[in-house]
């Protein structure tokens, strides 16, 4: 229980710090790319602005596949 208490606050610190880094002032930050991925589909016309993230969301689900898996792993 501990060692899993441990890896998750890590976890939890090193998102936290690079989220803070990514909001550099006067820049674009880190992940300015994120959400400008080649499957990501914009509409925007006069009365009508559509964006639906389907590179994003693949991307950051096989991103956190991969830390899940690592951390059951070590948990083991």
Same mark, same amino acid.
């Given at each position: ?24 002032? =006067? *820049? $674009? ?7 400008? /991925?080649? &499957?990501? @589909? ?12 389907? =590179? *994003? $969301? ?7 596949? /991969?830390? &899940?898996? @690592? ?6």
């Amino acid at each position: 229980m501990g060692k899993m208490l441990l890896v998750t606050g890590l976890a939890i610190a090193l998102t936290g710090l690079l989220v803070m880094m990514s909001q550099k002032p =006067g *820049s $674009s930050g880190w992940f300015g790319w994120f959400g400008n /991925l080649p &499957l990501d @589909i914009r509409i925007e016309k006069e009365n009508l602005h559509f964006y639906f993230p389907l =590179g *994003s $969301s693949i991307l950051l689900s096989l991103v956190l596949s /991969l830390i &899940l898996y @690592i951390i059951n792993t070590i948990t083991r």
